[in-house]
């Protein structure tokens, strides 16, 4: 006959497994559609407002911070609603989503920090820096996403790769790197999620 410890122990596996093998719902396509709107949006500001960015650089950094932090706070409030309504599982899973992510964010605003504060001939590079490295925060987060997001990382890397390559000189720094990465990237992220989780979910 099992002890209480154990009992204890082999719910708490279980739970795990289960936690480990459930796809993340956390992740709404409106909210990730909205972040890419405003990427387009931003990229719209910054091509009449900021016409030479690269003489602007503390103009165009808090142009894109603050479309970023727009994007987290609404995907924040959002995900905070849904937690209040859902039980203890769908909490953890959402800490275990923001745990596997929070890396990346972190690393984009001290590359940034650095960047701007001691290499700022090296400014051009921003944009695709930031695209790769939120690739790595999507792949991190891949094991709780539905296996179509693995393309998603795939866009971002190879986006910045690009941006890397060729937003050089006059391109440096240009709205079209910002819309080709995080404009087209999180509509594809929205349109996957809602095909393969929303959709899927409503048809039932």
């Not at 859902?86 to 959402?94: D, K, L, N």
Request: proline share 4%; hydrophobic share 55%; net charge neutral.
């Amino acid at each position: 006959m099992l002890t209480l410890d154990e009992a204890l122990e082999q719910i708490s596996d279980i739970r795990g497994h289960l936690l480990r093998n459930e796809t993340f719902r956390g992740y709404r396509a409106r909210i990730v559609g909205c972040s890419a709107i405003v990427a387009f949006a931003a990229a719209a500001v910054q091509r009449w407002s900021i016409p030479d960015p690269a003489r602007a650089a503390a103009g165009y950094l808090a142009l894109w911070i603050g479309a970023a932090a727009l994007s987290l706070a609404v995907a924040a409030v959002e995900m905070s609603l849904r937690c209040a309504r859902a039980g203890s599982m769908s909490i953890e899973r959402t800490r275990q989503a923001v745990e596997q992510f929070f890396p990346c964010l972190m690393a984009g605003a001290l590359v940034t920090c650095v960047v701007f504060r001691y290499v700022a001939e090296c400014l051009w590079m921003l944009p695709g820096l930031w695209s790769v490295i939120f690739s790595l925060g999507i792949f991190a987060s891949c094991p709780l996403l539905p296996r179509p997001a693995k393309w998603v990382a795939v866009y971002y890397l190879a986006a910045g790769a690009i941006c890397l390559a060729l937003a050089q000189g006059e391109r440096a720094l240009s709205p079209w790197c910002m819309v080709g990465t995080f404009g087209v990237g999180q509509t594809l992220a929205a349109l996957i999620l809602y095909f393969t989780l929303e959709r899927s979910h409503e048809a039932e």
